[in-house]
């Protein structure tokens, strides 16, 4: 996995067009939206643990939303920028 290699990044940012654009795509999307702290706040008072685990489940519908809205090329650059 090579967020770097815009053919690589290509191919994986079709591979998740082709899963969430369908009907069925949408559904899971809503529910990983739900499920993973996309419209609600990821502190949890009474658990700093469970505050970072609700971060990660987010980050995982943030990167996918990221790539879904994002070129290539952009997403290329910001792989580097990470990597600089």
Not at 5 to 27: M, R, W
Not at 40 to 56: K, Y
Request: aromatic share 8%.
């Amino acid at each position: 996995m090579d967020m770097q290699d815009k053919n690589y990044v290509t191919g994986l940012k079709s591979n998740i067009h082709a899963c969430f654009e369908s009907p069925q795509g949408k559904e899971v999307m809503k529910f990983l939206e739900n499920t993973c702290c996309w419209y609600r706040s990821v502190w949890s008072p009474e658990s700093p643990d469970l505050t970072l685990i609700n971060d990660g489940k987010r980050q995982v519908v943030a990167t996918l939303k990221t790539i879904m809205e994002l070129s290539p090329d952009q997403i290329v650059a910001l792989a580097q920028k990470k990597e600089g």
